[in-house]
Structure formats: C-alpha cells, structure tokens
C-alpha cells in the first residue's frame, strides 16, 4: 500500500483505539519539514497542542524553537511530534495501552519521513523507542543505531522549565545532535 500523509491524518482524525479520543479537541500529528534528516519525538500533546492541533506551541514548545534554533534547526529542517497524538487528560504520562494504540501512526511518520537521527524528548518517548527500562537522567546523550537511524534522548522541554540544573546537560545533548546531523549529511555528500 502507498503510505501519504492523507491516510495518515485520516486514520488519526477517526482513531478512536484507545480513550483519549474521547476528551480531544485536535488530533495532533506534527509539525515541521516532511523530509527531514532530524526528528524530535516528544510524548504527546498538551492542553495549547489540543487546542491548537499543533506539537509544542505552548510553553515547553517555546523552549524548544529557541533550543533548536541554538543549533541552527527549525521546522524548517527538522519533524517535530508525539508518541501519542491526543493529548492526555491534565498533561498526565500515556498509558501503555494508549501509546499502543497510536505507536503505528508514529511507525507510520518515520516510515514517511525517513530521517537519519530520531531525538527522543523525555522519558517516555525514550522509554517506547529506546529500552522500556530507560533512564533519561544516566542515559540522555548515549547514541544507538538502529535499523538505519541513529536514535539518541535528551530532557524534555517542560522537565527545564522546572528543573534549570537539567539545562547544561540538554544544551550538551543538542550540541552532539548538531554534530551528528552535520556528519551524516557530510557522509552523504561525499
């Protein structure tokens, strides 16, 4: 079957898999450039996403632009989503059964979009893709390769905003992700 972004956003706008279609306002898939070589993976939308239909509008969002913007990426460069694409009642961590239910539409994007570095943001989106036993404080910054992507974590945009310590530690982490980016798309103009 030939995959496109409209049988994406058809299946997420009438997904009813799981709970959290009950309590949605928008159905949030993700922003940014569809052909990136770089993808950050948050783990779903809060209560501005919901409203909006937008990944990482409201505050954390905010951080991350100027995060990003840091290192010279965008959305103009760069795929930004979630885990799961509805958000979850009072910004609570997903369920199990709920990341479940959506992890295909995420296989989906990737499938899409192809990129070469998957940025997990946070410990949920590290503990789906990374290992379930994943220790975002000990492991952020660790690179593995993976069935062609180079897959690394860093903190969360909301976990600086309440905790400044993690800030040094995550600018670390996008400096290594900035490095790693241009190496690979050096290699592949060689």
Not at 43 to 56: H, I, N
Not at 71 to 96: F, M, Q
Not at 164 to 181: G, H, M, T, V
Request: with cysteine; proline share 5%.
């Amino acid at each position: 079957m030939e995959k496109s972004w409209e049988i994406l956003e058809g299946a997420c706008l009438s997904c009813k898999k799981c709970r959290l279609w009950e309590m949605r306002t928008n159905v949030v898939i993700g922003k940014g450039n569809r052909n990136a070589d770089i993808m950050f993976i948050g783990e779903g939308p809060g209560q501005q996403e919901d409203l909006t239909g937008v990944p990482f509008v409201g505050p954390a969002g905010q951080l991350l632009d100027k995060m990003l913007a840091s290192v010279g990426l965008s959305t103009e460069n760069a795929y930004i989503c979630n885990i799961v694409k509805c958000r979850p009642p009072g910004n609570r961590d997903p369920h199990e059964d709920e990341i479940q239910s959506c992890i295909n539409y995420l296989r989906y994007q990737l499938a899409m979009i192809h990129p070469k570095i998957i940025v997990c943001l946070g410990r949920i989106a590290a503990t789906t893709i990374l290992s379930p036993d994943f220790k975002i404080t000990k492991e952020h910054g660790i690179w593995v390769e993976r069935k062609g992507y180079w897959i690394t974590a860093t903190f969360h945009p909301s976990a600086l905003l309440r905790d400044e310590s993690k800030k040094r530690p995550a600018w670390e982490d996008l400096q290594a992700i900035r490095r790693k980016l241009d190496e690979l798309q050096n290699t592949e103009t060689e």
